[in-house]
């Protein structure tokens, strides 16, 4: 009897460890599909209003990647999470997913982003789109993997114009002995130097003041920043010159992107397609309507460089071609330069 009773209790001990095995087997397997269902959480930061360009596009990428039921996005824009300072390392430190600087941001990481820069390099917006979408343009957004990075889009802000208080600017000639306002950067110090003209490092901000008192003469900017930052208040002449681009790269960390599956990259990568070329029409349509204001305000007098004059230019650009064409890359440039 004792022996009956020891082995009647080993085995309900044993089919209870074997209930309980099973149990936490099933817990186990609930818990790691609860996981796989879990949404990702994509953190979308970036320095500019939602009525813009840039933050269209980014409310519109949300849209469309979480119809995929995968992702979960939190766009915050006008620098509400990271200002332009920061959001370099926290997108590195993954604090962020997705940021989308201004090209001339990323130039301390590659020098060849410097080619947005380039003055008169592109010979319309269409040529600098087929840039970057052509096999150079992704190259160039891949060279950020060294650095943690890797480029997703590019969403092209529009080219630059030249605005002054002066006179009309026709020849390389015109422009000398004035000063300009820039962005901080070598190549934007450099072409006006080579114009015979000087150049001022200037927050965006500053500059409607800075025109106004006469700090500096003139300027170089998009249509719509012109319009909308009304610069016709205090800049009598505007030359149609299309010298050089505003353009911004939507990147991402490779710590975040290496977590995501194949599938998930493909439908993040065709969501961004989606995005940027939505972000590009926004660009134009903005650009479009500001210059069509800006001639109909008659405030400025507006000049088109002709092809005659645009040479002109080009040949006076040639010393900064030669003091930057192997920093930047030799290849770029001449891509650039054949795009149509």
């Keep these: 009897m004792t022996k ?28 790691k599909k609860a996981d796989t269902g879990k949404k990702i959480s994509v ?26 039921g995968q992702f979960e996005v939190q766009i915050f824009p006008s620098s509400q999470l990271y200002g332009d300072k920061e959001e370099l390392e926290a997108l590195k430190a993954n604090n962020v997913q997705l940021i989308a600087p201004s090209v001339t941001k990323l ?5 060849a982003f410097q080619l947005v820069d380039m003055p008169f390099l592109f010979k319309s917006d269409q040529a600098a789109y087929n840039f970057y979408d052509g096999p150079k343009g992704q190259q160039l957004m891949n060279t950020l993997k060294s650095h943690g990075m ?9 080219s ?11 020849t390389p000639a015109d422009v000398k002995g004035m000063k300009f306002r820039t962005q901080s950067g070598g190549v934007l110090d450099e072409q006006f130097k080579a114009l015979g003209a000087g150049s001022q490092t200037m927050a965006f901000g500053e500059v409607y003041q800075a025109l106004n008192s006469k700090a500096v003469d003139g300027q170089e900017n998009t249509f719509n920043n012109i319009d909308t930052q009304k610069y016709s208040e205090v800049q009598k002449y505007m030359t149609i010159s299309s010298h050089g681009r505003l353009d911004y790269v939507v990147i991402t960390n490779t710590k975040f992107w290496e ?18 070329l939505f972000e590009r029409k926004l660009a134009d349509d903005l650009n479009n309507k500001s210059f069509e204001k800006l001639k109909s305000s008659g405030k400025m007098e507006i000049y088109t460089l002709t092809d005659a004059d645009r040479t002109a230019f080009e040949k006076a650009m040639e010393p900064v071609y030669a003091k930057y064409a192997d920093v930047i890359g030799k290849d770029y440039i001449e891509a650039a330069r054949n795009s149509k």
């Design 4 to 31: 009956c009773l020891v082995k009647r209790t080993l085995f309900f001990l044993l089919g209870a460890i074997m209930v309980a095995t099973a149990a936490g087997c099933g817990g186990a397997s609930d818990t």
């Design 43 to 68: 953190k979308f930061s970036h320095v500019v209003a939602e009525g813009t360009p840039k933050g269209q596009a980014a409310l519109k990428f949300k849209e469309i990647l979480e119809k995929s």
């Design 107 to 111: 130039v301390g990481f590659v020098p």
């Design 150 to 158: 890797l480029g997703l889009g590019w969403w092209p802000n529009g």
């Design 160 to 170: 630059k114009h030249l605005t002054n208080s002066k006179r009309p600017l026709k």
């Design 259 to 276: 977590s995501l599956t194949p599938d998930q990259q493909k439908i993040f990568t065709a969501a961004m397609t989606e995005a940027s």
